[in-house]
């Protein structure tokens, strides 16, 4: 019986979560589990992974294979370099917090009011015909002086 550590999927169609198990390698993706040894949630900002590093080391040290996914996040966790004997990877990068959008805008209207009207002001009707009536004037007055 082979065993693999694989994602086990759970959540709604567009808001996946896996929890990382160990099961025979010949059970469905989302089957019976012999244990459960973490988390990932990719869609949290940042992604959310927790792993139990002494079950997954010792699942390792009894022969059990990660699936890609998870070789990756053991990676990242340190636990694959663990297993194998190499030098720790660097600690995971929080990343910065974005900056309030909100407080942005207010911060560089300087506090004036909005104006509900546009900055503009739309001719009527009656001027823009007033006003092409000065213009045809006016180049028949130059012709003519």
Known sequence: MAVKIK???LGKIRSPHYRIVVADS???RDGRAIEEIGLYHPVQNP???EVNSER???WLSVGAQPTEPVLAILKLTGDWQAH???PAPAPLLQPEPKADKRALFESLSDGEEAKGEAITQKAKKSDKKADEAADAA???ESTEA
Do not use: D, E, H, M
């Open 7 to 9: 994602l086990k999927r």
């Open 26 to 28: 010949r059970t469905r």
């Open 47 to 49: 992604s959310r992974i």
């Open 56 to 58: 997954a080391r010792y």
């Open 84 to 86: 194998k004997g190499l």
């Open 138 to 140: 006016a180049p028949a």
